[in-house]
């Protein structure tokens, strides 16, 4: 600080004026609000395409169920999806390869395929619980109606959170783990006196049977998820279709162990992929393949907390859809379900759920010696920015596109 109230920039040394508290405050927030636009209409966009699949999923599956069971085997639904994704991930790799510029390393190399393969094998973890969870999810079709299991796989939050704290030690504010506590009682408001009657085929009652498949449903995906996302974000410079090309690939091999395991216990007339399989099968793998490519978008390039919300929202149009589709009740407890739901949602994202954390940043901030601050180039002084506009050098991570070009 200058003795005339002029301040000096440690990055670029120009000498402004000083500017008061609420000029700092507003300054910052237009930069803030300019920086993340890209980032936020990419949210949008993702949020949107997410929940019109993930709406449309149970809603797919319940119709292609014959007399309450699925005329053909959920594996071979799985592989034909994992199928359709490595086409994508392969034709929009070839693409991007043809768009690449002069001088660049070509995407399709052998060297570059095989140093990927070796640095992405990570993702070989989540394609496994990936193959897990979309067999479960036949499975809970099988216990509760479309919207109930959506419901239900919202529980998939609080895990991921939990699993974020621990594996990528991401911090969440009070007021989020509170948002998180709606949430899980939003969920039990819409789950009670929704179980069905009647024995399962593992001789269990009902109720047993549904928890143990509930409790796996919501562990294993959020495995799967914070995995994913710590696989593909560790290798950023990687293209993500080539990483999907790997996810993908490792998924399609998962799920064909698991029809050659069928055909070992049934015999080999199970193992005729197509049987069984009508226009609701061929729509539901469509929808399926589309859902794991905006995941992997979400899992790179957004945030899994943003993604398991994301479905939520879901929620109510697969609840609306089943009631005038298949005649569903929607009770009261579902509504209040979805309204607690909602709230939990606002809460999570709203900027009063980072004040704590901005506080915490503002104290460390104010605690740094001033003189480290002029030795430190890379510390910007957003008072800088207040009166004008700011000069400093922008490093060439910031000018990365958000989607790969």
């Not at 640095?119 to 109606?145: E, G, R, S, W």
């Not at 299991?149 to 939990?162: G, P």
């Not at 704290?165 to 009682?185: D, G, H, Y």
């Not at 905006?294 to 697969?318: E, G, H, P, Q």
Request: proline share 4%; with cysteine.
């Amino acid at each position: 600080m200058m003795k005339d109230e002029t301040i000096e920039c440690s990055v670029c040394h120009s000498k402004l004026v000083k500017p008061t508290t609420k000029t700092v405050s507003r300054a910052y927030d237009r930069y803030k609000i300019k920086t993340s636009k890209k980032q936020r209409a990419l949210n949008v966009l993702l949020v949107v395409g997410d929940c019109m699949l993930v709406g449309l999923q149970p809603i797919l599956v319940y119709m292609s169920k014959v007399d309450g069971k699925f005329s053909f085997s959920p594996l071979s639904v799985n592989f034909l999806t994992e199928v359709a994704k490595v086409i994508f991930a392969l034709v929009m790799l070839l693409i991007q390869a043809r768009n690449q510029k002069h001088g660049e390393k070509s995407l399709l190399s052998p060297s570059t395929f095989i140093q990927a393969a070796r640095n992405n094998v990570l993702l070989a973890i989540p394609a496994l619980l990936y193959a897990i969870n979309n067999y479960l999810k036949f499975i809970m079709q099988l216990y509760f109606n479309p919207a109930t299991v959506k419901m239900l796989s919202n529980l998939k939050v609080l895990v991921i959170a939990v699993l974020l704290k621990i594996i990528m030690k991401r911090r969440f504010s009070i007021i989020q783990w509170e948002a998180l506590a709606l949430l899980l009682i939003g969920i039990s408001l819409n789950q009670i006196s929704s179980l069905p009657a009647g024995p399962t085929a593992m001789g269990l009652p009902v109720a047993m049977g549904a928890y143990i498949y509930t409790f796996i449903f919501v562990t294993v995906p959020s495995l799967a998820s914070v995995f994913n996302e710590y696989a593909l974000k560790s290798q950023y410079d990687t293209s993500i279709y080539l990483q999907n090309l790997f996810l993908y690939g490792y998924g399609a091999i998962f799920n064909f162990l698991g029809i050659l395991g069928t055909v070992v216990i049934q015999g080999p007339e199970s193992f005729d992929i197509l049987q069984g399989h009508s226009k609701a099968t061929m729509l539901l793998i469509i929808n399926n393949a589309g859902q794991g490519i905006l995941s992997s978008f979400f899992f790179k390039y957004a945030d899994t907390i943003l993604k398991k919300y994301s479905s939520t929202v879901a929620t109510i149009f697969t609840g609306f859809a089943s009631a005038s589709l298949f005649g569903h009740t929607l009770t009261i407890n579902f509504m209040l379900g979805i309204s607690i739901v909602f709230i939990s949602m606002h809460q999570f994202f709203s900027p009063l759920s980072e004040v704590k954390e901005e506080e915490n940043g503002v104290l460390e901030f104010e605690s740094v010696n001033k003189t480290d601050r002029l030795k430190d180039s890379s510390f910007i002084n957003i008072r800088a920015g207040a009166n004008e506009e700011p000069r400093h050098h922008v490093d060439s991570d910031e000018r990365r596109p958000l989607l790969p070009t």
